[in-house]
């Protein structure tokens, strides 16, 4: 599963310079993802993870293989853009794909770069970009209750679809997003909620750029938006643009001496992924082979067989039985064949949900 997550925010608030980090950041680790391709608005960046170095050390291959994250740069959203503003329409349909959005907000100050809105104002910033979110979500609603409702006279479960669609209309007309419209009213219309893919049922994980020397201590505006995100129920990573564009050159060691000189432990891109993944209930499991070591995405709750599914749809088809160490056990005892001796080593049928760090080798047909 690639999970996609769209940037957006206002203009000069750092985008680009974000999304120029992620994308020298794909080029460093291109070896290693020989099927990703190099595309001028999508960047896929490695999400990294002690643990999977940790399997890889014991079982001794040479490859190592993270789970990733796609990244798509959705440049275009201005004051307007729901009524054809900027890039407009073509701008939203860009971000109905994307699993998460990751909302750049401006919380630094620099003369030198315009603020669109006048002001460093990270409230009001928000306030704009989640309006124009709302009211495209607002005429794509409204465009399905015309359609529906013309046929519901004389279909009743439409007149059902169309009766909670005008529920979620006057939900989104009180300035609410679809992702707290009450899931009971929700029920009777979730394949139309799929359907429309609507950008305000999307997880937001607000990012605020800040300068260089505030990442550590913060600023007042990041606190707005820490505070915001709160009542919003949303995750927030702090970064800085900037600095995201020096690290993604570097190699591990002077990444880390690069942080460490700012009293940071990791990247703001590597806080984003982490947070991507809460934010999505996303978990990994590993597997690995004489060649490499892997880290593969599944959604928390997950059953083996589309657990194997995720590495191959054939070994979902097929998909005999699972063989499962805990990744403490894996770790403590040093590798499977001592974790099969200790008796520590499960085999799972096609009803085990499967844990966060899980090591897994599947048996399929
Ligand atoms: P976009 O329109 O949102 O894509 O914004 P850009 O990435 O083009 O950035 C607009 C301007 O802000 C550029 O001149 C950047 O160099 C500057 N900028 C971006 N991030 C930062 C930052 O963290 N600190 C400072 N001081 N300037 C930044």
Redesign the pocket.
């Known amino acids: 599963m690639a999970l996609g997550v769209g940037i957006i925010?206002l203009?000069?608030?750092?985008?680009?310079?974000?999304f120029n980090a992620l994308t020298r950041a794909q080029h460093a680790a291109v070896a290693n993802y020989p099927f990703c391709t190099i595309e001028p608005n999508h960047a896929t960046v490695p999400v990294p993870d002690a643990r999977l170095e940790q399997v890889a050390a014991i079982c001794r291959v040479p490859k190592v293989i993270s789970a990733s994250v796609d990244f798509y740069d959705i440049?275009g959203l201005v004051r307007g853009a729901s009524t054809g503003e900027g890039l407009g329409n073509k701008f939203l349909a860009h971000i109905r794909e994307v699993d998460a959005l990751l909302h750049?907000v401006r919380c630094?100050e620099?003369a030198d770069?315009v603020h669109v809105e006048g002001t460093t104002d990270p409230l009001r910033d928000i306030g704009v970009v989640e309006t124009e979110l709302l009211l495209a979500d607002l005429q794509t609603v409204q465009n399905r209750l015309e359609k529906v409702g013309r046929q519901a006279r004389i279909d009743k479960d439409l007149r059902r679809e169309a009766d909670a669609l005008e529920v979620l209309r006057q939900h989104l007309d009180a300035g609410k997003p679809a992702r707290s419209f009450p899931r009971a009213e929700a029920d009777p219309i979730l394949p139309a909620l799929a359907d429309m893919h609507l950008l305000t049922d999307k997880r937001t994980i607000f990012c605020a750029?800040?300068?260089e020397g505030d990442l550590s201590t913060g600023n007042p505006q990041v606190e707005q938006v820490r505070q915001y995100a709160a009542r919003a129920g949303a995750d927030v990573a702090v970064i800085?643009?900037?600095m995201e564009a020096d690290l993604a050159g570097l190699s591990d060691v002077e990444r880390a001496e690069f942080l460490g000189s700012y009293g940071l432990r990791e990247s703001g891109m590597d806080q984003t992924a982490r947070m991507a993944y809460h934010t999505l209930g996303l978990i990994s499991f590993f597997t690995h082979n004489e060649a490499e070591a892997r880290a593969w995405t599944i959604r928390r709750g997950c059953r083996a067989p589309q657990a194997a599914g995720v590495i191959h749809t054939d070994f979902e088809r097929g998909f005999i039985r699972a063989e499962v160490v805990a990744l403490a056990d894996y770790v403590r005892l040093g590798g499977e064949s001592a974790c099969r001796s200790a008796g520590v080593l499960r085999v799972e049928g096609k009803e085990y949900v499967v844990q966060d760090g899980d090591v897994i080798h599947f048996l399929f047909n």
């Not at 203009?11 to 974000?18: D, E, I, Q, Y």
Request: zero cysteines.
């Open positions: 925010g203009p000069n608030v750092g985008k680009s310079t974000l440049a750049v630094f620099e770069v750029n800040v300068g800085s643009a900037r």
